[in-house]
T-cell receptor
Framework: DAGVIQSPRHEVTEMGQEVTLRCKPI?????LFWYRQTMMRGLELLIY????????DSGMPEDRFSAKMPNASFSTLKIQPSEPRDSAVYFC????????????FGPGTRLTVL | GDSVTQMEGPVTLSEEAFLTINCTYT??????LFWYVQYPGEGLQLLLK?????DKGSNKGFEATYRKETTSFHLEKGSVQVSDSAVYFC???????????FGQGTELSVKP
């Protein structure tokens, strides 16, 4: 059974460019989470969805960041315009209601903004 | 608000040494508690969990007991291996269907 799938695994872009990160959660999971991990700030929750609806986006750093979940099997995190301080590893995770919130993480997307 | 505090790392041990990573929490109600592990270059994966007081979670030789009286969930292993080198995260979920609250992570390095 496939786990959480993220693409791309690595992304290098220049400051000012638009970046789109993609996530496919585990089939049947109804929660989806986006995290960012850096050495300085550790693991941060950016936003999470329940049944494709955003529940808490208080961790989204600023208006340059946006996330969507058009259906149960796909989500995107977009940064426009990107800045060097956005360089980080971005993780997507999914979970199933009633499972004590056990989350399954994807392998992450390493983003470098030059 | 709810929070998780872990001992600071890095923790450096020799192979076969005993491991303890301390974790304490603050939460209203009766949270579920987790330990996640992150190996280099990978995402986090669940190591063990406990859903009620006095439960012991265990996996791959690691154990942690949910202590409500001390609000703790310390991770232990009797004999660590080089392959246990990773970052360990303690986490709680305060209610069903919500987010996890993570600690800051503790890096473990095991030397041969």
């Amino acid at each position: 059974d496939a786990g959480v799938i993220q693409s791309p695994r690595h992304e290098v872009t220049e400051m000012g460019q638009e970046v789109t990160l993609r996530c496919k959660p585990i089939s049947g999971h109804d929660y989806l989470f986006w995290y960012r991990q850096t050495m300085m700030r550790g693991l941060e929750l950016l936003i999470y969805f329940n049944n494709n609806v955003p529940i808490d986006d208080s961790g989204m750093p600023e208006d340059r960041f946006s996330a969507k979940m058009p259906n149960a099997s796909f989500s995107t995190l977009k940064i426009q315009p990107s800045e060097p301080r956005d360089s980080a590893v971005y993780f997507c995770a999914s979970s199933l209601a009633g499972s004590y919130n056990e989350q399954f993480f994807g392998p992450g997307t390493r983003l470098t903004v030059l | 608000g709810d929070s998780v505090t872990q001992m600071e790392g890095p923790v450096t041990l020799s192979e076969e040494a005993f491991l303890t990573i301390n974790c304490t929490y603050t939460a209203t109600g009766y949270p579920s508690l987790f330990w996640y592990v992150q190996y280099p270059g990978e995402g986090l994966q669940l190591l063990l969990k406990a859903t009620k007081a006095d439960d012991k979670g265990s996996n791959k030789g690691f154990e942690a007991t949910y202590r409500k009286e001390t609000t703790s969930f310390h991770l232990e292993k009797g004999s660590v291996q080089v392959s246990d080198s990773a970052v360990y995260f303690c986490a709680l979920s305060a209610y069903q269907g919500g987010k996890l609250i993570f600690g800051q992570g503790t890096e473990l390095s095991v030397k041969p």
